[in-house]
């Protein structure tokens, strides 16, 4: 049997419609949004009880480079659990494909973001990258002679994705440094399972700060689009990561990318997708773009309720839905091909 490497591969995405078009649809899902006021900020940070709820912002960044954005795309926020998307990219780059399949694992645990029983039914498995003890391994993996060159590398991975230096929020890596003990609890379980050889602290440390550099939905857009670009920031025009590692990153967002609620996101968008708890989403469209969103107000289970809104809007209104078709004119043959003599 051939290697999966020997296969040729097809790629099919499509394009977006024209420029004036996407400007006035990424209003148009600003505006449709806008009008609820649904959900709550998170107050378990203390630096994130402080943010504004009314804040919202949208960005849209295509492939070819151009930027779309309607209100609050430019005010600075947390990037929080959006950061294990890239970081886990970073690793997969370093590593591949099997060793992190391997060790940090894929399917989606079913269970919440933060859970320890989940590690516990696992055998101390980590399950995938976009739970906190995925994320505090996948970060841990990070090639680094010392806890400063991991985080260093971190720093200039993140902003190679987003195109711009980004800088670290003190009051919010303070104020989550303050109150991980759970995250510490995680970190120090994996070690007990022999899941982490570097120290655990150090690598909750090095996860605590990711979380806290700043961007912006534009920002995020921007990062989406270098995934949906093959890795290409389509901005800078720097290759970040590989085809195939943006591949793998978005087929691990799909399965998990919004924890237990991954499937009806899927269901609803179509699209994979990462939150965070500062009101940050960032989507893919493979091919075509990435969505950048922020809007604190969150649901349940620590989604931005608007952005969640403003994704839907732009994922039908742009065609981005991945799973999403039309019946074709068929010919008097199947498939409108010639019937073969």
């Not at 099997?98 to 989940?118: C, H, K, Q, Y």
């Not at 995938?128 to 970060?139: C, D, Q, R, W």
């Not at 499937?263 to 179509?270: A, M, P, T, V």
């Not at 708890?277 to 969150?298: D, E, N, Q, W, Y």
């Amino acid at each position: 049997m051939a290697e999966l490497d020997d296969i040729p591969q097809h790629v099919s995405t499509g394009t977006l419609p024209g420029w004036d078009a996407v400007e006035n649809l990424v209003r148009e899902a600003h505006a449709y949004a806008r009008e609820t006021g649904d959900g709550d900020i998170a107050t378990y940070i203390p630096r994130l009880a402080q943010v504004d709820p009314e804040l919202f912002g949208v960005s849209v960044a295509e492939v070819d480079g151009a930027v779309h954005a309607a209100g609050d795309a430019e005010v600075l926020f947390s990037i929080q659990s959006i950061s294990k998307a890239f970081v886990y990219a970073l690793v997969c780059e370093e590593l591949g494909h099997e060793v992190v399949r391997e060790r940090i694992g894929v399917d989606n645990t079913g269970l919440p973001f933060n859970s320890v029983i989940a590690i516990e039914l696992a055998d101390g498995h980590p399950g995938n990258p976009m739970v906190n003890a995925g994320a505090i391994a996948t970060t841990a993996l990070v090639p680094a002679a010392s806890a400063d060159e991991r985080w260093a590398r971190i720093q200039a991975g993140l902003s190679a994705f987003a195109g711009r230096r980004l800088e670290l929020d003190g009051e919010v890596y303070t104020s989550e440094a303050d109150t991980n003990q759970r995250n510490r609890a995680i970190g120090t379980l994996l070690q007990a399972y022999g899941r982490i050889e570097a120290d655990p602290l150090g690598a909750v440390d090095a996860y605590t700060r990711q979380c806290s550099l700043l961007v912006t939905a534009t920002d995020l857009a921007v990062m989406g689009a270098t995934l949906a670009d093959g890795g290409v920031n389509p901005v800078t025009g720097e290759r970040v990561v590989a085809a195939d590692v943006a591949r793998d990153t978005l087929a691990v967002l799909a399965a998990a990318g919004l924890y237990e609620r991954s499937g009806e996101w899927l269901f609803e968008i179509g699209l994979p997708g990462k939150s965070g708890v500062a009101g940050g989403i960032m989507t893919v469209s493979p091919g075509k773009a990435g969505i950048g969103v922020f809007a604190p107000r969150l649901d349940g289970a620590g989604n931005s309720v608007r952005g969640r809104l403003a994704t839907r809007y732009l994922a039908r209104a742009l065609g981005l839905d991945i799973f999403a078709s039309e019946a074709r004119e068929h010919g008097p043959y199947p498939y409108s091909r010639e019937k073969p003599s």
